[in-house]
């Protein structure tokens, strides 16, 4: 089955009342350890990219190239997505050119004008390609390769603008931040997510910075019209514990536990439980 645009997954998940994980990559052990878990789980996913890690991994050719090998030699069956996180113009245009199935343009930094023309530039590149796009209003707190916010509301007037280009599934900010959330966070801000699912005619939503937000928030947002939740801070935090547990346990002094097959497999593992856990949270599991 080849990588797909992420437009059918996220519709389906809104309408069934789930949310699909997109779930960042960073190299092979994540992209591996996410697609075994939606094998498992029997869930569709999206493997998110920033442009960060799309540097790291050597670009974004190289990043699909990996992916979809990778995708091929496990045999997975269920659906697939290779989707941008946080794109900024000139990396959605390359990231598409490059052959991702789904891409986000964050226009949020620009003035509204600018993102709406922006925005609806990039609709219709995307959509011309068959690739499926998301966009942003309002802004995701804390920092994501070097755009900082302090997690500005989105206004439900803009987002109902912005949905009615057609773009397929719309973040915005309802409170939400990227990293870590400090013990003093408001929480998620439900008034304003109705608001926007309102005003946007029941468009998908996505909830950025999806880790660390409390079960109870997350299931009122799927409720309210989110269909897709972002996650990376969770994994790296579980790749980081378990590589820790193995390295402290002295399990890289016995034998060959250097071997890097060995040393990142803790990581990898936690990786994959993860993920299928936070399928069966997200109500995806099963859904493929």
Not at 241 to 252: H, L, P
Request: charged fraction near 20%; aromatic fraction near 6%; proline fraction near 3%.
């Amino acid at each position: 089955m080849a990588l797909v645009s992420a437009k059918e997954m996220i519709e389906k998940a809104h309408a069934g009342h789930y949310a699909v994980g997109a779930f960042n990559i960073n190299n092979m052990e994540w992209t591996k350890a996410i697609l075994l878990a939606a094998e498992e789980a029997k869930s569709p996913v999206m493997l998110g990219v920033s442009e960060g890690a799309g540097k790291y991994m050597c670009g974004f050719k190289n990043v699909v190239a990996m992916v979809k090998e990778i995708h091929d030699y496990l045999g997975i069956t269920v659906p697939v997505a290779l989707h941008l996180d946080h794109g900024s113009y000139e990396g959605a245009k390359a990231c598409i050119e490059a052959g991702f199935t789904s891409v986000m343009f964050d226009g949020s930094h620009y003035a509204f004008e600018e993102n709406l023309e922006k925005s609806k530039e990039m609709i219709e590149l995307a959509h011309s390609k068959g690739i499926s796009i998301e966009c942003e209003v309002g802004g995701i707190g804390g920092e994501e390769d070097g755009v900082t916010s302090m997690g500005e509301l989105a206004d439900p007037a803009e987002c109902a603008t912005i949905a009615n280009l057609g773009v397929d599934f719309l973040a915005a900010g309802i409170g939400n931040i990227h990293g870590k959330y400090p013990a003093d966070w408001a929480g998620l801000n439900f008034d304003r997510l109705g608001e926007i699912q309102e005003s946007t005619n029941g468009k998908p939503l996505v909830l950025h910075g999806g880790s660390g937000i409390p079960a109870e928030q997350v299931a009122k947002a799927i409720s309210l019209g989110v269909s897709k939740i972002n996650v990376n801070t969770e994994l790296q935090l579980e790749f980081a514990a378990a590589t820790r547990k193995y390295i402290e346990a002295g399990k890289d002094l016995e034998g060959k536990g250097y071997d890097p097959r060995k040393l990142l497999k803790p990581g990898a593992d936690a990786i994959q439980a993860k993920v299928v856990a936070m399928m069966e949270q997200f109500g995806s599991a099963g859904k493929a």
